[in-house]
């Protein structure tokens, strides 16, 4: 996702020989990050002053924390289930409910075996920047209710398909009880990890992978930069108030 690029003016007053002298200054600021940049926090209410979910890229942080994030559920295996398990590594699930429904035993297990979260990732997938706020409210709450109901926990976490969201995403996420919009700042696939900024991780960096085929490699590159990093995995959920 890449931001605007603003242009501010600065204009200095200065006092020479009783004359006032303007000095005009543009200043062109470019930030363009090919995972949505590394803000750690975006702005909690909009212009209205309505409540809204507050949106995190990173974990702001000075302990040696990485936090690990698996999306979808489209791929599911029984080995997926072992290989968490034996790692030991705390994960935050973002599980679109299309596939939830398809295998919610599943998901089960691999909760009451694992140290993991089970979090919301939409209906079915959709983007949800530009789309009305019922249809938006609808892709985040019915998910929650289906959870709480499956699982017996309301997800407190959200994160939106492709990253993509607006105003309308954070209040309707507020309203169906999340607390947090949680994108990334580095990403895991085919073995390989890729950054927002940087080569290697940091304390605080949020890694998205997915339930694919390579699940096993995907898993096993997150924890050989994690552990070179010196870094812990860590829950989403101890660390965002």
Same mark, same amino acid.
Request: hydrophobic fraction near 35%; aromatic fraction near 8%.
């Given at each position: 996702?890449?931001?605007?690029?603003?242009?501010? =003016?600065?204009?200095?007053?200065?006092?020479?020989?009783? &004359?006032?002298?303007?000095?005009?200054?543009?200043?062109?600021?470019?930030?363009?990050?090919?995972?949505?940049?590394?803000?750690?926090?975006?702005?909690?209410?909009?212009?209205?002053?309505?409540?809204?979910?507050?949106?995190? $890229? =990173?974990?702001?942080?000075?302990?040696?924390?990485?936090?690990?994030?698996?999306?979808?559920?489209?791929?599911?295996?029984?080995?997926?289930?072992?290989? &968490?398990?034996?790692?030991?590594?705390?994960?935050?699930?973002?599980?679109?409910?299309?596939?939830?429904?398809?295998?919610?035993?599943?998901?089960?297990?691999?909760?009451?075996?694992?140290?993991?979260?089970?979090?919301? $990732?939409?209906?079915? $997938?959709?983007?949800?920047?530009?789309?009305?706020?019922?249809?938006?409210?609808?892709?985040?709450?019915?998910?929650?209710?289906?959870?709480?109901?499956?699982?017996? =926990?309301?997800?407190?976490?959200?994160?939106?398909?492709?990253?993509?969201?607006?105003?309308?995403?954070? =209040?309707?996420?507020?309203?169906?009880?999340?607390? $947090?919009?949680?994108?990334?700042?580095?990403?895991?696939?085919?073995?390989?990890?890729?950054?927002?900024?940087?080569?290697?991780?940091?304390?605080?960096?949020?890694? &998205?992978?997915?339930?694919?085929?390579?699940?096993?490699?995907?898993?096993?590159?997150?924890?050989?930069?994690?552990?070179?990093?010196?870094?812990?995995?860590?829950?989403?959920?101890?660390?965002?108030?």
């Amino acid at each position: 996702m890449a931001f605007a690029s603003p242009k501010v =003016r600065i204009f200095l007053w200065c006092g020479l020989g009783g &004359l006032a002298v303007l000095v005009a200054a543009s200043v062109l600021v470019t930030a363009s990050v090919r995972l949505a940049g590394t803000h750690s926090v975006s702005p909690t209410s909009n212009t209205n002053g309505d409540s809204t979910t507050e949106a995190v $890229h =990173r974990v702001d942080t000075e302990e040696p924390v990485v936090f690990l994030t698996i999306d979808d559920g489209a791929s599911r295996t029984p080995e997926m289930i072992d290989e &968490l398990q034996d790692s030991d590594v705390p994960t935050t699930l973002f599980l679109t409910d299309d596939y939830v429904q398809q295998d919610p035993e599943f998901f089960r297990e691999l909760r009451d075996r694992t140290e993991s979260t089970i979090e919301n $990732h939409t209906l079915d $997938h959709p983007d949800l920047s530009g789309k009305p706020y019922e249809k938006q409210r609808e892709e985040i709450c019915k998910p929650s209710d289906r959870y709480e109901d499956e699982f017996g =926990r309301r997800p407190v976490l959200f994160r939106p398909p492709y990253g993509s969201y607006d105003d309308t995403t954070l =209040r309707a996420a507020a309203d169906c009880g999340a607390q $947090h919009l949680v994108h990334w700042s580095a990403e895991v696939a085919d073995g390989e990890l890729s950054y927002a900024a940087g080569d290697e991780l940091v304390p605080g960096d949020i890694v &998205l992978m997915h339930f694919r085929s390579e699940f096993s490699r995907d898993l096993d590159a997150f924890l050989d930069q994690a552990d070179e990093a010196g870094l812990r995995p860590a829950l989403l959920t101890d660390y965002l108030d």
